[in-house]
């Protein structure tokens, strides 16, 4: 295979990019292809409100066993931020009942959010990468194994194109490479089916985020939590910068995922205003923005017209979808694939490292170039 050759990565997720990350560090060129316009995948963290607060509209949380999100906040420089202790919390039954308040029943394990939000660790190890290594807007179709190498098929902004590659890292969720990338030779069919029947972790749910001129629920005495039964949102939590500017955070139900579907985002965000009146009374000051988001229907994560499978716990992985195919070219990532917190933050690095690792194994030489 000829040296010259860049090493291919689909998906600048979390685990494409880790992936990326040990690949350049080795010496390697690379080149890693996106669909969206924006690094981070299932992490998305986009400005929002007068204070252009950086709120989680994907991952939010990693806990005390996830050492791999720690350790890559460290090196990245990026601070963590400790999620606000549980206290006394509201819960509404219905829209037409009165809200309650309870002392919130257990201490859950420490989590801790990211500052700037968790999208940052992608677009740190993104900004370290050559400038021209991501290829943004740019979906791949399929790939081809030849005697010299593998080619991709790319459809981007200025139609389809074809990129020799020495091996191929695929960091896409394993249900959307079953649905939506083709392979040549084939795979076999106890992967295919293995990919088709793991869930997306969390691809089914969908997020609200609210910002606020101060966080008048601290002095309430309320801690932020609130538990809903009514709906659009299920779950609210804290979600206060570390410099004090006010958010709130949480869960969709399904009623607002529903009426999302039907009635629309500004008829959704209008009963996300209502439903905080209702929660935190009607003297409560409003928000200052609220932004949205629904991985259903949102077609990098989700196979169009598939639904998504909705899980408790992400499964572990059969080996079958770790296992490098193509002699050891065709390799796969993404946080589905991890052994030890498969479908988390911390899957998605120790995927992208898994695959990094198998390459320099499928070539030796590959280990370091420099
Ligand atoms: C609402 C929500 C809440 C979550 N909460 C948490 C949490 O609190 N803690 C936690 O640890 N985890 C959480 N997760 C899971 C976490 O987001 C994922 O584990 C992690 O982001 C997965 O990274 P990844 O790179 O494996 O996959 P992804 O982030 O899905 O990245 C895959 C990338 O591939 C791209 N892509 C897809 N198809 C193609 C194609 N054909 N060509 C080119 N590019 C393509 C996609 O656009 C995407 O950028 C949550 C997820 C969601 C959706």
Redesign the pocket.
């Known amino acids: 295979m000829p040296d010259s050759l860049p090493f291919g990565i689909?998906?600048?997720?979390?685990?494409?990019?880790v992936a990326a990350m040990r690949l350049h560090e080795a010496g390697h060129a690379v080149v890693v292809?996106?669909?969206?316009d924006r690094?981070?995948?299932?992490?998305w963290s986009p400005p929002l409100g007068p204070d252009s607060l950086h709120l989680?509209?994907?991952?939010?949380?990693?806990w005390t066993e996830?050492t791999r999100?720690q350790a890559l906040a460290e090196q990245l420089g990026i601070a963590r931020v400790s999620q606000h202790e549980p206290g006394t919390a509201l819960y509404e039954p219905r829209a037409e009942q009165p809200v309650q308040r309870f002392p919130w029943p257990e201490t859950p394990p420490p989590s801790w959010r990211l500052e700037g939000g968790?999208q940052t660790l992608a677009q740190h190890v993104a900004a370290d990468l050559p400038n021209d290594a991501i290829q943004l807007n740019?979906?791949?179709?399929d790939a081809r194994q030849t005697e010299a190498d593998v080619q991709v098929r790319?459809a981007g902004p200025d139609g389809p194109s074809s990129t020799a590659v020495a091996h191929l890292i695929i960091?896409?969720?394993p249900r959307?490479?079953a649905h939506?990338?083709d392979f040549d030779p084939a795979l076999p069919d106890t992967l295919t089916s293995a990919q088709r029947e793991t869930p997306?972790?969390?691809?089914a749910?969908?997020?609200a985020v609210a910002t606020f001129a101060d966080a008048f629920w601290r002095r309430q005495g309320i801690d932020g939590r609130v538990v809903s039964h009514a709906g659009p949102v299920a779950h609210w939590h804290d979600a206060v910068a570390p410099n004090g500017r006010a958010a709130l955070a949480g869960?969709l139900h399904p009623s607002g995922l529903q009426g999302l579907a039907t009635d629309g985002r500004k008829a959704l965000h209008a009963a996300i205003r209502r439903q905080l009146a209702h929660c935190f009374g009607d003297d409560t000051p409003a928000p200052t923005a609220i932004a949205t988001?629904n991985?259903r229907t949102d077609a990098?994560?989700t196979p169009p017209g598939v639904a998504p499978m909705q899980v408790e716990h992400p499964p572990t992985p059969p080996s079958v979808l770790t296992r490098p195919c193509w002699n050891g070219c065709l390799l796969w990532?993404?946080?589905?694939t991890a052994t030890e917190?498969p479908?988390?933050?911390?899957?998605?690095i120790e995927?992208?490292e898994r695959a990094a690792q198998q390459v320099f194994e499928a070539s030796p030489e590959a280990a370091s170039t420099r």
């Open positions: 689909v998906g600048a997720g979390l685990s494409g990019l292809w996106e669909t969206r690094v981070g995948g299932r992490t989680d509209l994907g991952a939010a949380w990693h996830h999100v968790t740019h979906r791949v179709t790319v960091a896409v969720p959307l490479v939506t990338i997306t972790w969390m691809a749910s969908g997020k869960f988001s991985w990098a994560t990532a993404s946080a589905e917190h479908g988390y933050l911390d899957g998605a995927a992208g």
